[in-house]
């Protein structure tokens, strides 16, 4: 429905940090939820973190929580999530996804999704 494209990745060492960005390239960004999953090579795509609409609540996988924050600047249209102490683990390649449907947003439904930017963490 919208267009997100991702940056921001690339090759870092263990217990760096990095700043993804995802780009909303449409109208009402603010009225969306926003979501961020990673996908590494024979894994499952696995969510990360979501952001409510405007200014809402955010919701954290475990195996994230406490060094990743997802955060939205409306203004700017733009979707963010900062890493901190990465890990091996991390490698993976990242990606937004968008709904502006309630929901959709309760049972994981996410209809707009990113091309993706890789994330590379070395030991």
């Known amino acids: 429905q919208v267009r997100l494209v991702e940056s921001g990745g690339g090759l870092v060492q263990a217990g760096d940090s990095l700043r993804l960005s995802c780009s909303f390239l449409?109208?009402?960004?603010?009225?969306?939820?926003m979501a961020w999953f990673r996908q590494a090579p024979g894994n499952e795509r696995q969510f990360l973190a979501t952001?409510?609409?405007?200014?809402?609540?955010?919701n954290y996988a475990a195996a994230v929580k406490g060094r990743f924050t997802i955060s939205r600047d409306n203004a700017k249209n733009t979707l963010y999530l900062q890493m901190n102490s990465l890990k091996p683990e991390d490698t993976a390649v990242y990606y937004c996804?968008?709904?502006?449907?309630?929901?959709?947003?309760?049972?994981?439904?996410?209809?707009?999704w990113g091309q993706g930017t890789q994330v590379t963490v070395s030991s």
């Open positions: 996804a968008a709904t502006d449907s309630l929901q959709d947003f309760l049972t994981s439904k996410w209809n707009s």
């Open positions: 952001i409510a609409p405007g200014s809402g609540g955010t």
């Open positions: 449409g109208p009402t960004f603010s009225l969306y939820a």
